[in-house]
T-cell receptor
Framework: DTEVTQTPKHLVMGMTNKKSLKCEQH?????MYWYKQKAKKPPELMFV???????INESVPSRFSPECPNSSLLNLHLHALQPEDSALYLC????????????FGPGTRLTVL | AQSVTQLDSHVSVSEGTPVLLRCNYS??????LFWYVQHPNKGLQLLLK??????LVKGINGFEAEFKKSETSFHLTKPSAHMSDAAEYFC???????????FGTGTRLLVSP
């Protein structure tokens, strides 16, 4: 299995809602990543988890809260988002943090009303 | 420090003609270089990678790229474009041990019949 899966594919939420994005991989990778991508822009790194511990937080606002319950799963909890947070959220994984090649999931298209 | 410059924001070709997407990089370390492709509303798919082995790298779907250290370039080519190649292409640089990928701004490839 060489896939990274993400659910849901699409999410619409109000500014007072709480929701979560989910990412899963079964490649035995020990590093997982969250990226945010706005239209016509490259992905921007948000968080890096290495061996289930947060190793990089790119000064992301606290309304985004990552969680890595085990080595295969990565969640992104969302609360009190703003309309400008609307974007494609991509998850990726790699064998180790710093092992270069990252495998990306299909993304969750988030719209904040 | 590392950076990537994709020299063209858009490239238009006719189906069956060659494709050239240009990428220059800057790195203080031995670089690893990648090309990723992103079709509309999809995640990123790895096309090919250079990690200090052969300088001519073959990837999926007939794409290849040549690492030229003297020119600090890693241009992506394909002999004959297909309609399904229309997408956004990202050139990416990193180095072993670095947890972050450095993305170029992307090149939109348009293929006309």
């Amino acid at each position: 299995d060489t896939e990274v899966t993400q659910t849901p594919k699409h999410l619409v939420m109000g500014m007072t809602n709480k929701k979560s994005l989910k990412c899963e991989q079964h490649m035995g990778h020990r590093a997982m990543y969250w990226y945010k991508q706005k239209a016509k822009k490259p992905p921007e790194l948000m968080f890096v988890y290495s061996y289930e511990k947060l190793s990089i937080n790119e000064s992301v606002p606290s309304r985004f809260s990552p969680e890595c319950p085990n080595s295969s799963l990565l969640n992104l909890h969302l609360h009190a988002l703003q309309p400008e947070d609307s974007a494609l959220y991509l998850c990726a994984s790699s064998q180790e943090a710093g092992s270069n090649e990252q495998f990306f999931g299909p993304g969750t298209r988030l719209t904040v009303l | 420090a590392q950076s990537v410059t994709q020299l063209d924001s858009h490239v238009s070709v006719s189906e069956g003609t060659p494709v050239l997407l240009r990428c220059n990089y800057s790195s203080s370390y031995s670089p690893s270089l990648f090309w990723y492709v992103q079709h509309p509303n999809k995640g990123l798919q790895l096309l090919l990678k250079y990690t200090s082995a052969a300088t001519l790298v073959k990837g999926i779907n007939g794409f290849e790229a040549e690492f030229k250290k003297s020119e600090t370039s890693f241009h992506l080519t394909k002999p004959s474009a297909h309609m399904s190649d229309a997408a956004e292409y990202f050139c990416v640089v990193t180095s072993t041990g670095f947890q972050k990928l450095v993305f170029g701004t992307g090149t939109r490839l348009l293929v006309s019949p």
